[in-house]
Each structure stands twice: as structure tokens, then as C-alpha cells.
């Protein structure tokens, strides 16, 4: 069986009902790659299969959340779709982002109580039920945690997000810096 049709399986299936596709050492070990050059080689495939489906609209992306590359289909108005899976529920959008932000600051876990002081509200466990009820999230009560379930970044480039607010942030230091000299 050709390699990139046992690829295209492992990045297109299903694990469960929160992940998609295959870590890097399922896909090394399925395919067979051994040796020193198993990451080039691994590497390699990706971006040339890459290549190949991208005529198609289809991507190979990376799920920094659950370490696993997928494939997804992508076109301006996913992307659109995707950008606010939250239609007409602006605060559960921003609930989530402050829950993304006190996550990835802490190695995976939030504390109900930053995530609070972020939103500027007393509670928002209504939000954070909802989010755990949409299965983007899963909240331990008892200790007042929340950690992020992978599908947000199937959803989310959460890479391209931080880029974006990266270069927003720099950009609005230019203009301010800008407007002090004039």
C-alpha cells in the first residue's frame, strides 16, 4: 500500500469524540520508519502530501493541544466559521479565550478564580458550563480547575492566533510611540 494513502487514514481518522488523526509516533510507527533521518523522513511526507492534497482545499495541520496532525479542509469561509464557533454568544468566546490564556500560562491547568479576574465577573461558571457542555473544556469542582479538551484546537489555529495578537499588540506600540513623537 502506498505511504500516502496509509497517511491520508491515520490524519483523517477519528480517535475519539474530541480527537482527530495521529500523533507523530503513530504515524512513525505504522508507516515503518526507522533510523537516525525517522523526523526528516516523517517531515518530509507531511509536506509533500501536503503539496499534493493542498488543490484539493485540504491542509495537514498540527494540534498543539493534543499532539496529533490532522487533515482539515480548508477554505475562506471555514476559516470564517471557524474563527467564532460562538455565533451571537460573544462572552462564551471570551470566556474560552481567558480560559486558552490561563491554560497555556500554567502547563495545561486553570484556576476558575483567574479565569474570573480575566473576565472582570464574579462568576462565570454558567460560561464555563456551557463550554464544558460544547466539550470544549473539562472543569474538576473540586479543586476549582479547568484544562482544555483537544477540540479547540481542531478548531482553533491557536498558533495563528497568538501570531495575530502578537503583531496586533506590536502594531497598537507603534502607533502609540508614533503618536508621542508627532
Known amino acids: 500500500m502506498n505511504e500516502f494513502i496509509i497517511l491520508v487514514h491515520l490524519l483523517s481518522k477519528k480517535a475519539n469524540t474530541f480527537e ?22 516523517f517531515q518530509n511526507l507531511i ?37 467564532n464557533p460562538f455565533e451571537g454568544k460573544p462572552r462564551l468566546a471570551a470566556t474560552l479565550f481567558c480560559v486558552l490564556i490561563c491554560c497555556l500560562k500554567n502547563t495545561g491547568v486553570g484556576k476558575i478564580h483567574d479565569i474570573e479576574k480575566l473576565r472582570k465577573k464574579k462568576t462565570v461558571f454558567d460560561d464555563l458550563k456551557d463550554l464544558r457542555n460544547r466539550g470544549y473544556i473539562e472543569i474538576n469542582d473540586d479543586l476549582g480547575q479547568i484544562r482544555l479538551t483537544p477540540l479547540i484546537g481542531y478548531q482553533l489555529d491557536i498558533n495563528k492566533l497568538f501570531i495575530n495578537k502578537d503583531h496586533n499588540s506590536k502594531k497598537n506600540k507603534i502607533n502609540k510611540s508614533y503618536q508621542v513623537i508627532k
Open 20 to 41: 482527530l488523526g495521529a500523533t507523530k509516533e503513530e504515524i512513525i510507527k505504522k508507516l515503518n520508519i526507522q533510523g537516525k533521518n525517522e523526523s526528516v523522513y
Open 47 to 83: 509536506i509533500q502530501l501536503s503539496n499534493y492534497l493542498e488543490p484539493l482545499g485540504l491542509q495537514i495541520r498540527f494540534n498543539p493541544l493534543s499532539s496529533r496532525w490532522y487533515m482539515a479542509f480548508e477554505m475562506v469561509t471555514s476559516d470564517l466559521i471557524y474563527a
